[in-house]
């Protein structure tokens, strides 16, 4: 089974604090996204690589940046926290099939 | 309007009865459709992928989609309390990941 990890299930930060959100998948795919999950919105697209080093903004990067060093871990990284960015965070992988593979999300709320 | 709409509920059924999901989208270019079921503090799950128009089964889940008219429908038969999740629909023009377009999701609750 392919199994995408993310590491922080909750977290709790203040704002402008710096937060790093990790997600590692097994399945050697290349592509994996990193989404934000709301009430009422759905999931909206942060960023998304398609190989190592490469990476590409999705619907809303604007305070968001990403890293992908390895082909299987790509981290979604806070520079300044606020609290508009309270939020779940979904990491997926994909292998060009049609099927997203999510982790089980972290939420991370800003105070 | 939003691109992809999808009434949030919530939905609360008996077990055993027959559910209907629906959503309906804005781009009449989308070719790919999906389902996604979430558990609560879980990420989503692929239930059910469709091509263009038509209906497709597996099991008891029956994934409609109505290029005419814009709709695309998930129907549960013989529902059951561990069908109790969100279900969000997805939709693409092409099979690039990137291009997938979520609906916000339905809760629904199957009450034993």
């Known amino acids: 089974d392919v199994k995408v990890t993310q590491s922080s299930r909750y977290l709790v930060k203040r704002t402008g604090e710096k937060v790093f959100l990790e997600c590692v998948q097994d399945?050697?795919?290349?592509?994996m996204f990193w989404y934000r999950q709301d009430p009422g919105l759905g999931l909206r697209l942060i960023y998304f690589?398609?190989?190592?080093?490469?990476?590409e903004k999705g619907d809303i990067p604007e305070g968001y940046s990403v890293s992908r060093e390895k082909k299987e871990r790509f981290s979604l990284i806070l520079e300044s926290a606020s609290t508009n960015q309270t939020s779940m965070y979904l990491c997926?992988?994909?292998?060009?099939?049609?099927?997203?593979?999510f982790g089980e999300g972290s939420r991370l709320t800003v105070l | 309007q939003k691109e992809v709409e999808q009434d949030p509920g919530p939905l609360s059924v008996p077990e055993g009865a027959i559910v209907s999901l629906n959503c309906t989208y804005s781009?009449?270019?989308?070719?790919?459709f999906m389902w996604y079921r979430q558990y609560s503090r879980k990420g989503p799950e692929l239930l059910m992928y469709?091509?263009?128009?038509g209906n497709k089964e597996d099991g008891r889940f029956t994934a409609q989609v109505d290029k005419s008219s814009k709709y695309i429908s998930l129907f549960i038969r013989d529902s059951q309390p561990s069908d109790s999740a969100t279900y969000l629909c997805?939709?693409?023009?092409?099979?690039?990941?990137?291009?997938?377009?979520f609906g916000p999701g339905t809760r629904l609750s199957v009450l034993p």
């Open positions: 997926a992988s994909y292998p060009n099939t049609g099927e997203l593979f």
């Open positions: 399945m050697d795919h290349e592509n």
């Open positions: 690589s398609y190989d190592v080093k490469m990476k």
């Open positions: 781009n009449s270019a989308f070719q790919y």
């Open positions: 469709t091509y263009s128009s």
């Open positions: 997805a939709m693409s023009l092409d099979n690039y990941g990137q291009n997938f377009v």
